[in-house]
């Protein structure tokens, strides 16, 4: 008996693991717990090659093992600033650039090829698409993860990316319910509280959710949110509150699929109650799948903590018999051994494959966003000898959740290979006062001068740095790399380009239309507040 239950609490556990190969503690975790999944970051992630064989090994552990159905294997890859593959896989745009082309279907069309890259790759689940509605300028951990800042936005996005990773045959998970989107604290950090009533809620936070559960949903991460309006107990995060999961999501809302938590080592879970013992108030609250991303010890104390709670009878064995059937009816709709390839090794060939990056490269086109262009800077008239000098931060990764493998810029090479007379300046980040003046005193011997911007801050040096080059040179061009809203902290500048994200494409493609190579024509998906001073 103590056998089966112990094997019913562990299919309802996600784990991770670091390394690019099976651990021993990752493969006890599944063959002696019976962990039902695993999520891989980018610590797992090495070539496709290496991913392959990663998460085939991982499904031939658990066969080994005697699971009754394979793995769940789910990963981050949002796509643009949070995405997990790396190298030899195509890199597609993320959510907010996709809303700035005002297009939905493109929404499909990364869906469906991420979905298909991720499939060939052993990864049968994504942690996307994220339905929160980025209505606060300030909120540091979901920003340019966002479609836009309006519900109808997010919603007809939303539904659409859903629509293609299903049919590339990826399970999908909705996230942050019941919304983070106006949180100005990173739960990862901290406890983030949205005090709105519940009428506002509806009518903004859950819309997304509320429509695209319609449309069919697999999954639904939950927030580490309080939501004082739905819970009326203090600081109990929606993770953790029966008044979320059970009484709205599931009674109210009528979503009857698998409702997982964010990970249940950030900060707003384990710097409170603490992580096994929130993984037990999340089953009762009606949470199916626990996740707990990193640590082996808290691991463990989850899955001992768990069984101790159902023997005791804290959590009724009813509440873990309906978890365990939730999942099993996912992995029967989505998962078989049939379709596992355990002795697969080449790679599909559409990975990175030359059309899926065409396709890439078209929504970047389409999103990339001229915001301002005075004087018809764009495109940039320059002759062979005319100097351009190229300014950004180091890349120092914004969000807990982004990837410290991508935290490198492409800007100054990808201008440097269209105009050969360039000269590069990365900068430290944050930049010093005596930076700021060195590149004062040349910045007039350059016929223009390109600047990187990376999230920029009241009272942040970039804007010093902006101001102190534009007066000396009129011919400045800010892209802002990341966040669209940086505009609003600089002075006067006379053109600017939002890209949403620092990868290499969209990089890229914001260089080409300075150039004049190609035509970007991109919205602005969200509306820059006016900044005074």
């Not at 394979?70 to 995405?83: A, K, M, S, T, Y």
């Not at 990826?170 to 709105?196: E, N, Q, Y």
């Amino acid at each position: 008996m103590r056998d089966e239950l112990k094997k019913q609490i562990g299919q309802l556990m996600i784990v991770g693991f670091k390394g690019k190969k099976v651990t021993p503690e990752i493969k006890k975790l599944i063959s002696e717990h019976h962990v039902g999944g695993v999520i891989l970051f980018g610590r797992n992630i090495g070539t496709t090659e290496e991913v392959l064989a990663l998460t085939t090994e991982l499904q031939q552990v658990a066969k080994d093992a005697g699971h009754e159905k394979p793995l769940l294997i789910c990963i981050d890859q949002e796509n643009g600033v949070v995405r997990r593959l790396g190298e030899g896989a195509t890199i597609f745009p993320g959510s907010m650039l996709l809303g700035a082309t005002g297009r939905s279907e493109n929404a499909y069309i990364t869906g469906l090829l991420t979905g298909r890259e991720l499939k060939a790759l052993g990864i049968n689940w994504n942690l996307a698409p994220v339905l929160d509605v980025n209505n606060n300028p300030e909120n540091p951990v979901i920003g340019v993860r966002s479609y836009g800042e309006t519900p109808e936005m997010v919603s007809a996005f939303g539904k659409q990316a859903v629509k293609g990773m299903q049919d590339a045959g990826i399970i999908t998970t909705l996230k942050h319910f019941p919304g983070h989107g106006d949180t100005d604290v990173d739960s990862h950090l901290d406890l983030p509280t949205i005090a709105h009533d519940l009428d506002r809620l509806k009518e903004i936070e859950l819309k997304p959710f509320i429509d695209v559960i319609k449309q069919g949903a697999d999954t639904i991460m939950t927030a580490h949110v309080y939501f004082p309006a739905i819970e009326k107990h203090e600081n109990v995060p929606a993770t953790l509150s029966r008044k979320v999961i059970t009484e709205l999501l599931r009674e109210q809302l009528g979503f009857h699929g698998v409702v997982t938590t964010d990970c249940m080592e950030m900060n707003a879970i384990s710097e409170g109650i603490g992580t096994a013992e929130g993984a037990v108030e999340a089953l009762k609250a009606g949470v199916d799948l626990i996740m707990v991303s990193h640590l082996q010890s808290r691991q463990y104390e989850t899955l001992s903590l768990l069984e101790k709670a159902v023997q005791a009878g804290e959590i009724a064995k009813e509440i873990l018999q309906d978890a365990y059937n939730r999942v099993m009816e996912l992995k029967d709709k989505y998962l078989s051994w049939e379709d596992i390839l355990l002795d697969r090794e080449d790679i599909p060939k559409e990975v990175g494959s030359k059309l899926h990056e065409v396709e890439a490269y078209e929504i970047y086109k389409q999103g990339t966003t001229i915001v301002k262009n005075e004087r018809d800077l764009i495109p940039l008239e320059v002759k062979d000898n005319d100097r351009i000098l190229v300014v950004y931060p180091k890349n120092s990764y914004a969000m807990q959740v982004e990837d410290k493998r991508y935290s490198t810029f492409f800007l100054g090479e990808t201008v440097k290979k269209l105009h050969k007379n360039t000269e590069i300046a990365e900068l430290s980040n944050p930049l010093t006062e005596k930076e700021v003046e060195s590149l004062t005193k040349i910045a007039g011997n350059f016929k223009a001068i390109i600047i990187g911007t990376l999230s920029v801050r009241p009272g942040d040096e970039q804007v010093n740095l902006v101001q102190a080059l534009n007066q000396v040179n009129s011919s400045i061009i800010v892209i802002a790399t990341r966040s669209p809203y940086d505009i609003s902290y600089l002075p006067d500048i006379p053109a600017y380009i939002a890209t949403y994200e620092f990868t290499a494409p969209a990089l890229r493609t914001a260089v080409e239309a300075i150039f004049g190579n190609v035509k970007v024509k991109g919205n602005l998906p969200v509306t820059l507040p006016k900044v005074e001073g």
